[in-house]
């Protein structure tokens, strides 16, 4: 396992803080088998905390796709799978939630060693939300039904809620092993089988799980594991014949590649994009609990999250009050070790996010916004970025526009409802919203009024896997988690039976 032995040098982020990893797993998943690729290709995956190598992965392309596509069809027509009752199939979901939690310490370990996220956040979210979403999911399998139809005539007509086929998953790098719940769960539960393609920064934990999934039993050929790149491995699944189905998570812009590439096939597709998420602060909130929520709505996981409250629009009268608070509270995070338990702020991914990230810092300043804190490279080794606040932004500012996927934070002041709705519904993505007010009129009227999948109010980033969550507009199209997801991944049949 990745040995999360980490030195002791609290907050140091020297190139000795991880003990060489032992990592279990780094080929493919298919057929129920760990296989090289046929190209025989491996990748390298690192440690952002340290920049070094952890391990070379075996890298798929349109050839071990095509093979795990086979295998995931074979599982789904023929063998235990295709004939398991639906009550059995829970039972092993439930018990891969139950593997995931016996080996919750060694997950957590693996998922800060390849992402760089601080092994508090790892333990204590995803983690914990990883074995929720697949026990969540585990109660629906025997649950998923259809219904009868009062049709006209001497007939009986029914729906069934049948399994889409083979789903091909291809998710991202800020949450490695919770993308992963989020797909299997509902995809188990509905009977489907699947080929996923972790994101080729963080390959590792995706195929400890597969491992697990084997020890609990899911048959082999229902779940395998084609990482690698996504211009070969990933438009090779999305292109597959085979595949019935997509279920992406990731950028606008891949997004519109898949959907474009679908397109052929007629795919089903659901997507799960980017976003610019407006977080609203009026000047009745319980300003200590907003201050906090502005911190963690942004910067949790170094700011590398979908629906990161990146835009925050503060009340024109509470504006300068709340800046110096809030930039207090972010000069207090702690940088450093992601081993390290004090730690709260980690390195970003990786070396291409590090330079976007800077080089919207720089587009900050040369469009005459403010820095107040933070805008540079922390420390000498490992992808560090200062907690940055900007204010003086204006709206059509590039920090304020694009996704940031960084610890960048732009602070907009607003003078009335009516415009800060309007202003937080200018963007063409639509993902999640908060707004913090006593007033539980308006914290409605907000909730009503943005065009975004999730509203939190006086609270962020909170997540249930009973609670739908996706984007309006260019954020996405569907909805995971919740009974919603299910509907991702079932087609419904119409039966007509003469009573004649
Ligand atoms: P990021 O830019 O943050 O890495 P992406 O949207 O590019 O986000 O990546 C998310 C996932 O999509 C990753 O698993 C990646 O390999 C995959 N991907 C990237 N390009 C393509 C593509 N053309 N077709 C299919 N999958 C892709």
Redesign the pocket.
């Known amino acids: 396992m990745a040995t999360a032995a980490a030195s002791k040098k609290n907050g140091s982020h020297k190139s000795t803080l991880v003990a060489t990893p032992s990592v279990k797993q780094a080929r493919l998943l298919i057929d129920g088998k760990w296989v090289a690729a046929k190209s025989g290709k491996t990748f390298a995956t690192f440690n952002p905390a340290t920049e070094q190598k952890i391990a070379d992965v075996a890298e798929a392309d349109a050839a071990d796709v095509d093979l795990a596509v086979k295998a995931a069809r074979k599982s789904l027509e023929s063998g235990p799978w295709a004939t398991m009752d639906a009550r059995d199939r829970g039972r092993l979901i439930n018990k891969l939630a139950d593997l995931v939690e016996a080996n919750l310490d060694e997950l957590a370990a693996l998922e800060t060693l390849d992402n760089g996220k601080p092994i508090r956040d790892s333990k204590a979210a995803d983690l914990p939300l990883v074995v929720d979403c697949l026990r969540y999911y585990a109660g629906w399998a025997d649950k998923i039904k259809g219904d009868t139809v009062p049709v006209r005539g001497n007939f009986f007509c029914y729906t069934r809620r049948e399994p889409v086929g083979v789903v091909g998953q291809?998710?991202?790098?800020?949450f490695p092993l919770l993308m992963v719940a989020w797909k299997w769960g509902p995809a188990l539960a509905t009977g489907c089988t699947i080929v996923l393609?972790?994101?080729?920064?963080t390959p590792l934990s995706a195929l400890r799980l597969g491992e697990l999934a084997l020890e609990a039993g899911i048959p082999k050929g229902v779940i395998n594991l084609v990482p690698?790149?996504?211009?070969t491995?990933?438009?090779a699944?999305?292109k597959h014949p085979g595949v019935d189905k997509i279920a992406?998570?990731?950028?606008t812009?891949?997004?519109q590649?898949?959907m474009r590439?679908a397109a052929a096939t007629l795919k089903r597709t659901t997507f799960e994009?980017g976003g610019k998420s407006p977080n609203i602060v009026f000047a009745d909130a319980n300003l200590d609990a907003a201050i906090a929520g502005a911190e963690f709505g942004l910067f949790f996981n170094q700011g590398q999250c979908c629906c990161a409250g990146s835009r925050l629009f503060v009340e024109q009268k509470i504006h300068d009050e709340f800046v110096e608070k809030l930039v207090k509270r972010a000069k207090t995070r702690k940088l450093g070790n992601p081993f390290d338990p004090n730690t709260t702020q980690g390195p970003q991914v990786d070396q291409?996010?590090f330079d976007k990230i800077l080089g919207y810092i720089d587009a900050g300043h040369k469009a005459g916004a403010k820095c107040l804190t933070g805008g540079k490279r922390f420390g000498k080794t490992g992808f560090y970025i200062e907690p940055t606040v900007f204010t003086e932004v204006t709206d059509d500012m590039p920090i304020a526009v694009d996704e940031i996927?960084g610890p960048v934070l732009s602070v907009l002041p607003f003078k009335s409802t009516d415009e800060v709705i309007r202003r937080a519904n200018a963007t063409n993505f639509g993902l999640a919203a908060a707004v913090w007010t006593r007033d539980i009129g308006k914290a409605h009227q907000i909730a009503h009024s943005v065009r975004a999948g999730t509203v939190w109010v006086n609270c962020y980033d909170v997540f249930d896997a009973a609670a739908p969550f996706g984007g309006f507009k260019q954020s996405g199209i569907g909805r995971e988690l919740g009974e919603a997801a299910l509907s991702n991944y079932t087609e419904l049949k119409t039966v007509t039976v003469s009573l004649g």
């Open positions: 291809i998710i991202p790098w800020n393609k972790p994101a080729e920064q690698g790149y996504g211009p491995a990933g438009a699944l999305v992406f998570t990731g950028s812009e891949t997004g590649l898949i590439d994009l291409a996010q996927f």
